[in-house]
């Protein structure tokens, strides 16, 4: 019985000015904005067209029907990537809790009793937008979603005030303090 993939299976499409070059099991997808590698599991062929990608499996093993769809995804991300670039926004809320440039990377004052400092990863840029957001920017989907992790864990949302650095379109639930009964 074949086993269907409705992600592996799905064509990537190629923008124009996007290459994808796969050389010793090494996928290399240049664009606009740049260029990143991908390591393709040995299972995994790939179809490369004018201006679509098709990933074929070699065999219906249950790990390279794994691969199948994650290589197709990554692949996908590495295409966006390299063409629009991704970005992810934080926000700090809490009294006294502001960011500052410094340098190529960023001062982030959070109530502890020292600023805590941030320096991007190589292919991240970090911004700070007024006083109290940062922006994460890059090309790398994983990379850029890593760094944005990294700083919220600095001081994660507290669930009884909301305080704390969290994603722009989180939505925090507090939980009812103490209050007294009748």
């Known amino acids: 019985m074949v086993k269907m993939s409705k992600i592996g299976n799905t064509p990537i499409q190629l923008p124009s000015g996007t290459t994808i070059a796969v050389t010793n099991g090494l ?11 991908f390591s393709i599991p040995e299972n995994i062929k790939i179809q490369i067209s004018d201006s679509e990608v098709i990933l074929k499996r070699a065999n219906e093993e249950r790990q390279t029907l794994a691969f199948h769809g994650l ?9 966006q990537g390299v063409n629009e670039g991704y970005q992810k926004t934080l926000k700090l809320v809490g009294t006294g809790y502001r960011v500052a440039a410094k340098g190529s990377g960023l001062s982030v004052t959070v109530g502890y009793s020292h600023p805590v400092e941030i320096e991007p990863a190589v292919g991240v840029q970090l911004r ?4 109290d957001t940062i922006v994460v920017e890059g ?4 990379l850029v979603g890593q760094t944005a992790a990294n700083i919220r ?29 009748g």
């Open 27 to 37: 996928a290399v997808v240049k664009g606009p904005k740049g260029e990143l590698q």
């Open 71 to 79: 290589t197709r995804s990554i692949l996908a991300n590495h295409v």
């Open 128 to 131: 700070a937008v007024g006083n």
């Open 139 to 142: 090309i790398d989907k994983q």
């Open 153 to 181: 864990a600095i001081r994660p949302p507290e669930a009884y005030k909301g305080k704390g650095i969290r994603y722009q379109d989180e939505v925090v639930r507090t939980k009812p303090g103490k209050t007294s009964i």
